[in-house]
């Protein structure tokens, strides 16, 4: 049996994107806090069920999306995970 890897480009995820439908708006609150909570939760939702999540949070990484929710990590939690990010990157490089 033969096992086919496919490879996503940085375009076509979005194609994939279980949010493509979803109201943008949703994926960017304003603020963290009263009703951008809610916002928050009902985005990460879609994320959990979306295919290509991991890629969508590995574009927001490498291009430094500051806002919005990406790949289910809202801001402040994507804002750690690129310090860590960064960090191997630098230890791979060095």
């Known amino acids: 049996m033969t096992t086919t890897m496919v490879t996503i480009t940085t375009t076509e995820w979005r194609e994939l994107a279980a949010c493509r439908d979803s109201e943008p708006s949703l994926f960017f609150p304003?603020?963290?806090t009263g009703?951008?909570?809610d916002q928050i939760a009902?985005?990460?939702e879609?994320?959990?069920g979306c295919s290509v999540a991991e890629d969508c949070l590995q574009y927001a990484l490498e291009s430094n999306q500051e806002s919005g929710v990406w790949g289910g990590y809202a801001e402040d939690e994507r804002r750690r995970l690129r310090k860590r990010w960064l960090a191997e990157r630098r230890r791979r490089a060095g």
């Open 30 to 32: 304003i603020g963290s």
């Open 35 to 37: 009703p951008a909570i």
């Open 42 to 44: 009902a985005a990460k």
């Open 46 to 48: 879609i994320c959990l």
